[in-house]
T-cell receptor
């Protein structure tokens, strides 16, 4: 079964450094998402992306964050200048359609295994 | 604030016990509802979802959930749990007119005793 993959599995960085988290969505999916989960807290929506544009972003997704689909397979999340509070598990997800678009079988968001980001 | 609330943070059951995990949401209007599960060391996986139609939704692995609109609830149930159901369970909602994001609850950690 196709899977969303993420690299690296664990990233350690110094405060103020830039990090790029990488995701390879499922190949026929068109909609991409980033979520994060701070330790002990809930999974939080960051951003959704379709047709090379951000569709929706949360309050968390400030100017320090950016997303890009640099080629036909990768979807990246960049944090320009990391802060201690950016330490979290970052999940990428992809879907064929929005949650209620298309048929029931095409709208599920499939999640990757996550990248644990530790900011020192 | 609009949110998704899960009533229990940690549930411990014996095998064959019945399970009900509570979920309430505070969004008005038409929402899409989900339960996701995360087994230890694995990805978040969709258990089941409700968009419209029959409010009793059946998912994978014998799970079901009932949407009760008047109570803004979407509780997850399983009549007889197994040790392999040990996992963290997340209720989630796509807010009205925002199908492109999912708002998660804090999760319920379920531990099944063999």
């Amino acid at each position: 079964e196709p899977e969303v993959t993420q690299t690296p599995s664990h990233q350690v960085t110094q405060m103020g450094q830039e990090v790029i988290l990488r995701c390879v969505p499922i190949s026929n999916h068109l909609y991409f998402y980033w979520y994060r989960q701070i330790l002990g807290q809930k999974v939080e929506f960051l951003v959704s992306f379709y047709n090379n544009e951000i569709s929706e972003k949360s309050e968390i997704f400030d100017d320090q964050f950016s997303v890009e689909r640099p080629d036909g397979s990768n979807f990246t999340l960049k944090i320009r200048s990391t802060k201690l509070e950016d330490s979290a598990m970052y999940f990428c997800a992809s879907s064929e359609a929005w949650a209620s678009g298309g048929t029931q079988s095409t709208d599920t968001q499939y999640f990757g295994p996550g990248t644990r980001l530790t900011v020192l | 604030a609009q949110s998704v609330s899960q009533h229990n943070h940690h549930v411990i059951l014996s095998e064959a016990a019945s399970l009900e995990l509570g979920c309430n949401y505070s969004y008005g209007g038409t929402v899409n509802l989900f339960w996701y599960v995360q087994y230890p060391g694995q990805h978040l996986q969709l258990l089941l979802k409700y968009f419209s139609g029959d409010p009793l939704v059946k998912g994978i692995k014998g799970f079901e959930a009932e949407f009760i609109k008047s109570k803004f609830s979407f509780n997850l149930r399983k009549p007889s749990v197994q040790w392999s159901d040990t996992a963290e369970y997340f209720c989630a909602v796509s807010p009205p007119n925002r199908d492109d994001k999912i708002i998660f609850g804090k999760g319920t950690r379920l531990h099944i005793l063999p």
